[in-house]
């Protein structure tokens, strides 16, 4: 059996699907996941990675576990400790193998590279994958462009290789059934640099009409991340989009390694989900 962590987010999804469909036992687990989340025949939990114990029915008989540590397990009192007892309770509980989803930024020096320690330091055969941006982040525009074809965001020339979260899902399914994974860390991008004024051109095309760029300065976008985030974080991602080194903008070959296929791209993401921003 499969344990997926962060079920019900834009990876964690797409994971169960693809897991149940390739015929593999699941358990979903996310903290507020009920029946409808998941398919027919997938089991689930209610349980919070910040409280280890919580998760000790998800784990009886379980043999991989694929693991998303958000920002929420952070802002609940996550740390490289908790997770520690996380993986102790998971290896106690049949648990061989575990793949953690982390991000790009520990590998370019922006993030701690703790929790990735707390999984490779563990007894278990450990695959790490180092995402960079999510091209689902563009829902965020959603609702803008639903009300007036309109997206601000800042930095409008400046590309980075955003990828299609469901890659990252297929990535992991490959970690989590296949051998020849354990002890690699995969970087994982789309196929190409892309703009945020060619996102939204890419959006545009999907809904076949255009929709307006605007862009916003710094402070402008600051002001409105520090919404809904701390302000360390928004400034981590700011610095990101405005001036990323020069690995931030690599195309990595690594999706392509994994399933035998290019990495999709931004443009083919907008069109699959364009119903979003209709």
Aim: aromatic share 6%; net charge negative.
């Amino acid at each position: 059996m499969i344990v997926v962590t962060g079920a019900t987010g834009n990876v964690g999804r797409t994971l169960v699907r693809t897991l149940a469909e390739a015929g593999e036992r699941v358990t979903a687990v996310s903290r507020r996941i009920a029946g409808p989340d998941v398919p027919e025949g997938v089991r689930h939990v209610r349980a919070d990675l910040a409280r280890p114990e919580s998760l000790k029915p998800a784990f009886d008989g379980a043999s991989a576990l694929f693991l998303l540590t958000s920002g929420d397990f952070t802002a609940g009192g996550g740390s490289a400790t908790v997770l520690r007892d996380v993986l102790d309770l998971a290896r106690a509980g049949g648990v061989g193998r575990v793949v953690l989803l982390s991000s790009q930024g520990v590998g370019t020096g922006r993030h701690k590279p703790d929790l990735e320690e707390a999984v490779t330091g563990a007894d278990l055969e450990w695959t790490v994958l180092r995402p960079g941006g999510f091209a689902s982040n563009s829902y965020a525009w959603a609702a803008t462009i639903r009300e007036q074809r309109l997206a601000a965001a800042p930095f409008a020339d400046v590309a980075l290789p955003v990828i299609d979260p469901d890659d990252i899902a297929e990535v992991a399914a490959a970690a989590l059934r296949e051998a020849g994974h354990g002890g690699r860390t995969y970087a994982l991008t789309g196929p190409a640099a892309v703009t945020p004024r060619q996102q939204v051109a890419a959006i545009g095309d999907a809904l076949g009409e255009p929709v307006r760029f605007v862009e916003l300065s710094r402070a402008e976008a600051r002001a409105a991340m520090t919404g809904f985030m701390p302000e360390v974080i928004a400034d981590a991602t700011l610095d990101i989009l405005g001036e990323p080194t020069a690995e931030e903008q690599r195309v990595s070959p690594d999706v392509e390694r994994v399933l035998g296929r290019p990495a999709g791209s931004f443009a083919d993401w907008a069109a699959r989900n364009a119903a979003a921003f209709e």
